[in-house]
C-alpha cells in the first residue's frame, strides 16, 4: 500500500527518514480523514472509534501486577474493529521514535504485532509499518515517562484522535501545511500530556520542533545556546520551541548537517556539570503520618508542606530558598531549618520527572517514579508533584544492607541516588513485553564483584612468586584496608601501586590514587577542609575543598561504580599523626557499614563505600611506627615485606636472571643482611637498591655502596660501632672477599 503524501519539507529536513516515513504511513491518512493505511478499508481516525477506544482504555487495569499488553487486551475484548485497530495505530505511534526506553527492536514490533492478532480476521501489518520501527530510534526520554505512562499516552493519543476527527477539515489540512498551526491544533487537545504531544510534533513536522521532549531538557538546550540567536524569546511552549528551532538551524548552518542533540560533543554543552542524570529520593511526612501516606499512594503524588513560606517558583536557586525559609520560619530552629531549605530546593528545582520515588511505612518500602513538575496546592499550603507508586511493597529488612543505610538518613526530602540502581531493580517488570518474553533486569545490586585472581604472569612481572601475592589481594579483600610494612628498598610502594592496578583492571589510574603523608599532613589534607579562595570581585574568602580519600570515596559511590574496586595508596602511612589526618574516620575504618557526620559538614552522613580499599605503606627503619596507637593497629592487616621472605626473597636475583644480567649484586644483597643481626632485622636492606643499571658496574655499585647503603647504617649503629667497625663488617671489599672464599 502506497503511504499518503505530505509536504517536502517534512522529508528534506528530518533527522531519521525511516522513522518519519513510517510514521507519517499512520498520521497521514488518519488526518486528512482517510481510511487506515493498515488495511485500507477501516476508518480508525473518527469520533466513535476514539471515544469507544478511550472509555474502555478509562477503566483502568485489571492486574497491575500483569504486563500491560495483557490488561490491554482483556480491556479491549468484544471491542469492535475500529476501536482495535486504532490501538494498534496508537501503539504503534507511541514507541515508534523511542531510543532507550524499549528494550530491544524485537519488544518494539511484539507489542504491535501482538495488538494486530486481536482483531476477526487477525491484522496482517504492512511493511510500511516495520520500515520505521529500528533499533536506534530519535527520543532520548530521560524522564522514563514514556516507559511509565504508555497508558495515559495511550488515552491522550485518543483524545487527540477525536479532536482531530471533530475539528472542520479546512483547519486540519492547514495544520498540516505549517508548524505553528500544528502546534495549536495539538495543543487543544483535553488533559495535555507534554512528551507524547512533543512526540507526535516531532513526527508531524520533523523539520521544526526536535526530538527532544523533557521539559528539562527542553530548557537546557535553550539556555545553553541562546546566545547565538540573540537571546531567549520567551518561555511559553511555544517560544522555547521557536528558540530551539532558531538554534538548531544556526548549528545546522554550522555543522553542514542536521545536528544531534545528544551527540557527544553537544550534550556536554548544553547538559548541566554534575548532573547525575536519573536521582532517587527518600520522601517523609511529619511523624509518619500514616494517613497522608496513603493519600500520596492513592492520588498517585507525593506533596511536601510549606505553610508558612511563600511563594516561590520551580527553578528557584537555593539563595533564593535559604533567604525565605530564614525570613518565613524563624520560630524554627536552626537544625529545623536548615532541613526544610534542603527540601524545598529538592522538590522545587532538584527533583525531576523520571527520578525514582521511595517512602517507608511499617517496615515495607514502597517506590515510584515522578512523573510531574512541582506544583502549588489550591490554598498554597503544600507543594505537589504527580508520582506513579508501583503496587509492590519491599521488606526495608530484605534490601541491601547500603540501601538500608541510606534509608536511615534524616531528612524530609534525602537524595540517595548512590543506591539508585540496587532500587532500579526492584521495579516492576517492564510492561511491553508477557512475563515469559521480558528480559532480564538491565541493573543489579551493586555489590563489588571481587577481586580477580592474580596471574602467574603479573606475578613473575614483580620477580615474585605468586602464592604470598595472592594471600595478600585475599586479605585485602576481606578487611579492605592493609599496611605493606618492611625495612627501606623493599618495594612496598611499588608493589601497592601495581597490585592496586591489577586488581582494579584500570590501566588509567583513574581508580587507583595515592597520596604520601608527612608530619604537617592533616584532616584537612586528607578528608576535607576550608581552603583560601578568592571571589570574581577579587576579595579573598574560604571554600571547603573536597580532599584525595572524599573524592575517591564519592567516585567510587556514584551509581555504576559500585561493582568497581577502588584503591587508595597512603604512602609513609607513619609519618603523619594519624589520629589528627584521621579523626572520626577511624570510626568508618572498623565499621563500614555505619554513617558518620563530619565536623565540616555536619548535615551530611558520610559512609565509606564498600568497594573502596585502602593500602598503606610503612618504613620500619622510621622509628615512628613504633608510636603507632592501637586503633590503626587494630582496623589494618600488616603484611610485612622482608628481604628474607616471600614475596621479597629471592626477587633480586630472579630480577637479575630475567634480563641474563650478573647476580653479583644478589650474593652482595644476601651477605650484607646476614651480616645485620636478627634482633636488628628490621635495619636490613631491600633489593631495590640492586634494581638500577649503575649496579651492574664496579664503580656504580662502589657509589651505591658509599653514598646510599653506608649512610644508612651509619645511622641505625651510631653510638653502637665505630666507622672502621662498620667497614669490617658491612664493608664492599670485604664482603666481596667473603664471597671470593665462599
Known amino acids: 500500500m502506497t503511504p499518503s503524501k505530505k509536504p517536502a519539507l517534512h522529508r528534506a529536513l528530518g533527522i531519521s527518514k525511516e522513522i518519519e516515513d513510517a510514521a507519517w504511513f499512520v498520521l497521514g491518512p488518519g488526518l486528512l480523514g482517510k481510511a487506515s493505511a493498515l488495511d485500507g478499508r477501516t476508518k480508525t ?39 482495535k485497530q486504532l490501538a494498534v495505530e496508537l501503539l504503534f505511534l507511541q514507541s515508534l521514535p523511542l531510543a532507550h526506553e524499549v528494550k530491544s527492536l524485537k519488544v518494539k514490533r511484539a507489542r504491535v504485532a501482538e495488538a494486530a492478532s486481536w482483531l476477526e480476521p487477525p491484522l496482517e501489518l504492512p511493511d510500511e509499518l516495520y520500515a520505521g520501527m529500528t533499533d536506534h530510534g530519535v527520543i532520548r526520554d530521560r524522564t522514563a515517562e514514556f516507559n511509565w505512562t504508555i497508558w495515559d499516552h495511550l488515552k491522550w493519543l485518543c483524545r487527540f484522535v477525536r479532536h482531530v476527527a471533530q475539528r472542520p477539515a479546512h483547519v486540519v489540512q492547514a495544520a498540516v501545511k505549517d508548524p505553528l498551526a500544528f502546534h495549536q491544533l495539538v495543543a487543544g ?7 507524547i504531544r512533543r512526540s507526535i510534533e516531532f513526527l508531524v513536522w520533523p523539520s521544526y520542533f526536535e526530538p527532544v521532549v523533557a521539559d528539562v531538557e527542553r530548557q537546557e538546550i535553550r539556555d ?26 544556526h548549528l545546522d548552518q554550522q555543522a553542514g548537517q542536521r545536528i544531534d542533540w545528544y551527540s557527544r560533543q553537544l550534550v556536554s554543552q548544553w547538559r548541566k556539570v554534575g548532573d547525575p542524570g536519573r536521582r532517587a529520593w527518600l520522601l517523609r511526612t511529619h511523624h509518619d503520618n500514616a494517613e497522608l501516606l496513603a493519600e500520596w499512594r492513592d492520588e498517585e503524588a507525593v506533596t511536601l508542606d510549606v505553610e508558612h513560606l511563600r511563594l516561590l517558583d520551580p527553578g528557584v536557586t537555593a539563595g533564593l530558598v535559604q533567604n525565605a525559609v530564614d525570613e518565613d520560619y524563624k520560630h524554627l530552629g536552626y537544625v529545623e531549618r536548615e532541613d526544610t531549605k534542603t527540601a524545598v530546593f529538592a522538590f522545587l528545582t532538584v527533583m525531576k520527572p523520571g527520578d525514582l520515588a521511595l517512602y517507608q511505612s511499617s517496615g515495607k518500602v514502597r517506590i515510584g517514579v515522578v512523573l510531574g513538575e512541582p506544583e502549588h496546592g489550591q490554598d498554597n499550603r503544600r507543594l505537589r508533584r504527580k508520582v506513579r507508586w508501583f503496587d509492590e511493597e519491599h521488606d526495608a529488612t530484605g534490601l541491601p544492607r547500603h540501601v538500608q543505610r541510606q534509608l536511615t538518613t534524616s531528612g524530609n526530602i534525602v537524595d540517595i541516588t548512590r543506591v539508585i540502581q540496587s532500587l532500579e531493580a526492584l521495579l516492576p517488570a517492564e510492561a511491553e ?13 551493586p555489590v563489588c564483584d571481587g577481586f580477580r585472581p592474580l596471574t602467574p604472569e603479573f606475578a613473575a612481572s614483580l620477580h615474585m612468586d605468586l602464592e604470598p601475592l595472592q594471600e595478600i589481594a585475599e586479605l585485602l579483600e576481606e578487611n579492605r584496608q592493609l599496611v605493606l610494612y618492611g625495612p627501606p628498598g623493599t618495594g612496598k610502594t611499588y608493589l601497592a601501586k601495581h597490585l592496586a592496578a591489577e586488581l582494579a583492571g584500570d590501566t588509567t589510574d583513574e581508580r587507583v590514587k595515592l597520596v604520601q603523608f608527612h608530619p604537617s599532613y592533616a584532616y584537612e589534607d586528607f578528608f576535607e577542609g576550608f581552603r583560601p579562595d578568592k571571589t570574581d570581585e577579587g576579595q579573598v574568602s574560604f571554600k571547603l575543598v573536597a580532599g584525595p580519600l572524599r573524592r575517591l570515596a564519592e567516585e567510587a559511590a556514584k551509581p555504576g561504580n559500585e561493582s568497581k574496586p577502588y584503591f587508595l595508596i597512603i604512602d609513609e602511612m607513619n609519618r603523619a599523626n594519624l589520629a ?12 563500614r557499614d555505619d554513617r558518620i557526620y563530619l565536623q565540616y559538614s555536619p548535615n551530611e552522613p558520610f559512609t565509606l563505600p ?34 628474607k621472605t616471600e614475596p621479597v626473597k629471592g626477587s633480586l636475583l630472579r630480577f637479575l636472571q630475567a634480563r641474563d644480567l650478573d647476580t653479583t649484586p644478589a650474593l652482595l644483597l644476601d651477605a650484607l643482611n646476614d651480616a645485620i643481626d ?10 631495590s637498591y640492586f634494581m638500577k643499571k649503575s649496579a651492574q658496574t664496579p664503580k656504580g655499585l662502589r657509589r651505591i655502596w658509599k653514598y646510599e647503603l653506608m649512610p644508612l647504617l651509619e645511622e641505625h649503629y651510631h653510638g653502637q660501632l665505630n666507622r672502621a667497625q662498620l667497614e669490617e663488617r658491612f664493608g664492599l671489599e670485604q664482603l666481596l672477599g667473603r664471597l671470593a672464599y665462599a
Not at 226 to 233: D, E, I, N, Y
Not at 580 to 591: A, D, I, N, P, R
Request: avoid cysteine; proline fraction near 6%.
Open 678 to 687: 636478627e634482633w636488628d632485622r628490621d635495619l636490613m636492606i631491600g633489593p
Open 189 to 195: 487537545t483535553p488533559d495535555d500530556q507534554p512528551a
Open 45 to 83: 481516525w473518527s469520533v466513535p472509534a476514539a471515544t469507544e477506544l478511550l472509555e474502555r482504555l478509562e477503566r483502568g487495569v485489571a492486574d497491575p501486577k500483569a504486563p500491560m499488553m495483557t490488561n490491554l487486551r482483556q480491556n479491549l475484548e468484544d471491542a469492535t474493529r475500529g476501536a
Open 224 to 249: 545553553a545556546f541562546a546566545s547565538l540567536v540573540g537571546g531567549a524569546k520567551g518561555d511559553s511552549d511555544e517560544e522555547v520551541s521557536a528558540d530551539i528551532h532558531r538554534i538548531r538551524l
Open 610 to 643: 564498600d568497594n573502596l580499599y585502602i593500602i598503606g605503606t610503612m618504613n620500619t627503619a622510621d622509628r615512628s611506627i613504633a608510636m603507632m596507637d592501637a586503633a590503626i593497629r587494630r582496623r589494618f592487616s600488616f603484611i610485612e615485606l622482608h628481604p
Open 580 to 591: 589528627k589526618v584521621f579523626g572520626e574516620l577511624y570510626f568508618l575504618l572498623e565499621y
Open 433 to 445: 513485553a508477557d512475563a515469559d518474553e521480558a528480559a532480564e533486569p538491565d541493573v543489579v545490586v
